[in-house]
């Protein structure tokens, strides 16, 4: 009875822990943040890695920096090689480089350069992990309870940790506390050093009224949006975590937004199924991979003179226009996730000892074998193909064509190794 009873507890064990590590990475949120209003929530307050939105929080500092006098638009942020060797998306920068706090606010929000990121954080906290305990601090004045920050960039990192409540939260609180500098988050293109860097926030381009905010990728964490929008005197605000690619994520975002609105013009809430919710895999999954975001930039080169735009109140030097972005507004590349490889290495094992078995089985025939369980394999030269199972009509008609040529009979005179020669 007692090893029962043992046994029953180690299994609930284990469906816990698997429960843990099988965990939704997908949720969503939408509030109109006036009112306070819930207009859409699903898992909003399950823990979810942040990716690229960390860059949200990094921005919040700079800008009470630049509230308080600390820092000027202007101002060089030393480029140390630390910085230089994050992992991608990057302005490219070297050691010994300055940047400007401007050029590195709108690396942030287009490129979403993990070296800038670190850049602002060795000079606003002297080291990353310092910043990172900085934002953390932050967060939890400004409500983000269950947020935890370890870098400045969103790089992958196990304990590195957010919900969709929380980073609406910060959404809010940079568009209410920042509405000098919050424009910054709609910048549609940003023209450095002879390359032009698109906002990967692509929504802006065709979403009417959205004017940011940040968009974020890690393997473990999918792609991620939060996303302000203000049509008609009204402003709310949209997460996404946990899409299974941009495209779909920024679909989802968009009927969710529209529902939004709908229910603010007095309609029930509409049906909104969700197609890519999944299982993810155990939290940190994502350690190995570099953040990639979610769709790089295609880069150009030319005249700086193209990118003028009609400046803004801060000060800083826009794209012409929103229209004319739409030209870079496809993917540079598609990404797979752990789990796709995963099950891509799975396959190419099993085809490598079905190829090993084939060739065990009959190395004197390369072109046919016959195997085990009614499966015929080809093997020989090239790639080693599908396995095949024959039918039974398939089998006899073989069976039957074998047999009548080892009964034919030789006409004519017959060689020394006992072949029939010509007749």
């Known amino acids: 009875m007692k090893r029962l009873l043992a046994f029953a507890l180690l299994l609930a064990g284990q469906m816990i822990l698997m429960s843990l590590g099988e965990a939704r990475e997908y949720s969503a949120l939408v509030v109109e943040p006036e009112s306070g209003r819930v207009l859409y929530e699903k898992y909003a307050e399950e823990l979810r890695h942040p990716a690229s939105v960390t860059k949200m929080m990094t921005l919040y500092l700079v800008f009470e920096a630049l509230e308080r006098g600390d820092l000027t638009l202007n101002a060089p942020l030393a480029v140390s090689r630390n910085a230089v060797l994050r ?4 302005l490219g920068l070297a050691p010994g480089d300055t940047l400007s706090v401007e050029d590195a606010i709108l690396g942030l929000v287009t490129r979403s350069a993990n070296d800038a990121a670190t850049v602002i ?21 400004l409500g983000m309870r269950d947020t935890v920050f370890r870098n400045a960039s969103g790089l992958p990192d196990a304990d590195q940790v957010t919900t969709a409540w929380d980073m609406y939260r910060l959404g809010k609180a940079l568009i209410n506390d920042f509405p000098r500098y919050y424009p910054y988050f709609s910048t549609p293109r940003f023209y450095y050093r002879g390359q032009s860097f698109d906002n990967h926030n692509h ?34 605000i949209g997460v996404v975590f946990g899409g299974p690619s941009a495209v779909r994520r920024d679909s989802h ?19 909104i199924e969700t197609k ?22 295609q880069v150009t080169f030319g005249n700086a003179k193209r990118f003028k735009g009609a400046s803004t ?19 540079a590349l598609q990404l797979r996730s752990r789990a796709a490889v995963s099950h891509r290495r799975e396959q190419r094992e099993s085809s490598r000892a079905a190829h090993r078995t084939a060739g065990t089985v009959s190395k004197a025939s390369p072109k046919s074998t016959s195997t085990h369980s009614g499966v015929s394999a080809v093997a020989g030269k090239g790639r080693h193909k599908a396995h095949v199972p ?34």
């Not at 992992?87 to 990057?90: D, E, Y």
């Not at 060795?122 to 080291?127: A, D, H, Q, V």
């Not at 937004?257 to 509409?270: E, H, I, K, T």
């Open 276 to 297: 890519f919710e999944k299982s993810s895999a155990s939290r940190g999954q994502g350690r190995l991979y570099a953040e990639l975001d979610n769709e790089p930039p």
């Open 253 to 271: 975002m968009r009927e969710i937004l529209d529902d939004g609105f709908s229910q603010l013009n007095g309609a029930p809430p509409g049906y």
């Open 390 to 423: 024959l039918s039974v009509a398939a089998s006899k008609s073989r069976t039957a064509a074998a047999s009548s040529l080892s009964t034919k009979t030789c006409k004519g005179a017959k060689g020394k190794t006992g072949k029939c020669l010509a007749k």
């Open 87 to 90: 992992p991608p998306s990057r």
């Open 121 to 141: 954080a060795e000079n606003l906290g002297g080291t990353e992990v310092s910043f990172a305990g900085m934002m953390t601090a932050k967060a939890r004045s």
């Open 313 to 331: 109140p801060s000060g800083y030097q826009r794209a012409a226009t929103v229209a004319d972005s739409s030209r870079y507004s496809k993917p």
């Open 203 to 236: 929504l802006m381009e065709t979403y009417p009224g959205m004017d940011g905010i940040k968009t974020g990728f890690i393997n473990s964490s999918g792609f991620n949006l939060v996303a302000s929008v203000r049509r008609g005197g009204r402003r709310i």
